[in-house]
């Protein structure tokens, strides 16, 4: 019977028994470049341009799916309702035209005919 080297060095584990490694042996580049100076380039500010485009990127050749009509143009949607709710006129259609032409045009942009 050998007796257990005392100074042997003992390597942490987690609580299922896998090594736990450490910073300075491990070599994922991520955790080797947190300690550089050095920074990746910080992605675009969203823009009206970029904002969908992940949406508008189709990687698996079939069409995107159509958004429902009941979540997009929410806030032209309800400025349109709200004027013809609320109007004082005796035509709202007349005094609220402009706000419906733009809730039209918006829904035209999402691929809706109203």
């Known amino acids: ?30 955790i080797l470049a947190m300690g ?25 050749g079939t069409p995107p799916a159509k958004p429902k009509p009941c979540c997009v143009c929410t806030d032209e949607k309800a400025k349109r309702d709200e004027c013809m709710l609320f109007s004082n006129s005796s035509d709202p259609q007349a005094e609220c035209k402009d706000l419906v032409t733009k809730y039209k045009d918006c829904m035209a942009g999402y691929g809706f005919k109203i």
Do not use: C, V, W, Y
Request: avoid cysteine; aromatic fraction near 4%; charge should be negative.
């Open 36 to 60: 550089s100076n050095q920074s990746s380039p910080a992605p675009p500010p969203p823009t009206a341009a970029n904002m969908a485009a992940d949406l508008k990127s189709n990687t698996a």
């Open 1 to 30: 019977m050998t007796e257990p080297d005392i100074f042997q060095q003992h390597q942490p584990t987690d609580h299922f028994g896998t090594p736990i490694l450490s910073l300075r042996t491990h070599t994922h580049p991520h």
